[in-house]
């Protein structure tokens, strides 16, 4: 890899002794016809572990989302080389079940587009597609989902309300709320404060430190001052590349590579 050096451990990230991933990249390369997005990533992210993906604009941090819950199947022209592995088994191994895989890995995107539907409905529309929540059941899930995605006492005597009147922090936090009521494993968040205002931002970032208590987490972010907050494992993308990874604290104090430094001081990005 050009100016810098290979991640020592292909892209390993601690796993508590002897904990296996949760997920893993194994020379995972995406394509969209003829450009390659990622090229022969490996990466490890380990049960209730938190990574945060940084790079600029272009550097393949979505990609790597949508390729661990098969979002890139609906995009005509996109494909992929290498093994994407949730607990160890191929998402993409002949008669793996798509839907399955995303209730297991969730993602929330970067505009939260709540459905035009009540707070409550918002959070009860994947339990009640997927069926067997009787009524009293369904009630104490929002209110988890919500309590969860800490917007309950700020929603409890709202629930009947139209999602669209909340402010756009709230949206967010509906949300995540909404992707937990499938009871997914893994969370995928692509750029969710992008275009929130600076309290918003940091209620944010404190819901994933809370979460990660009881999912793997996985951020992607283009603020390397986001990603030194947020904590946990950082890995730094530049074009397709996995460049750098390791804990926050030590990338952002002694960065391994001129080009994490560059990015992280802001001179280029």
Not at 130 to 142: E, F, H, K
Not at 161 to 190: H, I, K, M, N, W
Request: charged share 25%.
């Amino acid at each position: 890899m050009s100016g810098g050096k290979m991640p020592t451990n292909g892209g390993k990230m601690p796993t508590d002794g002897e904990r296996p991933a949760k997920v893993s990249l194994r020379q995972v390369s995406v394509y969209y016809r003829d450009l390659a997005a990622l090229r022969a990533v490996d990466l490890d992210v380990p049960p209730r572990g938190l990574l945060t993906i940084m790079g600029p604009t272009a550097s393949g941090k979505t990609s790597v989302l949508r390729v661990i819950n098969r979002m890139n199947d609906l995009v005509p022209g996109s494909r992929h080389e290498g093994r994407v592995l949730v607990d160890g088994e191929d998402v993409y191994a002949p008669g793996a079940d798509p839907a399955a895989i995303r209730r297991r890995v969730g993602m929330v995107f970067s505009l939260a587009m709540p459905l035009p539907l009540s707070v409550y409905e918002n959070v009860a529309y994947g339990p009640r597609l997927q069926g067997g929540w009787p009524r009293p059941r369904l009630d104490d899930l929002v209110e988890e989902c919500l309590r969860a995605a800490v917007l309950w006492d700020e929603l409890k005597d709202r629930l009947h309300d139209p999602a669209r009147f909340l402010s756009g922090g709230q949206q967010q936090r509906l949300a995540v709320a909404r992707c937990l009521a499938t009871r997914p494993e893994v969370l995928l968040l692509d750029e969710p404060t992008a275009g929130l205002d600076p309290i918003s931002t940091l209620r944010i970032e404190g819901l994933l430190r809370v979460l990660v208590k009881n999912y793997t987490v996985i951020l992607v972010t283009s603020s390397p001052q986001q990603a030194a907050r947020v904590g946990g494992q950082v890995a730094f993308f530049y074009m397709g590349e996995l460049v750098e990874r390791g804990p926050a604290k030590k990338l952002f104090v002694t960065p391994a590579t001129k080009r994490t430094e560059d990015y992280i001081s802001g001179r280029f990005g």
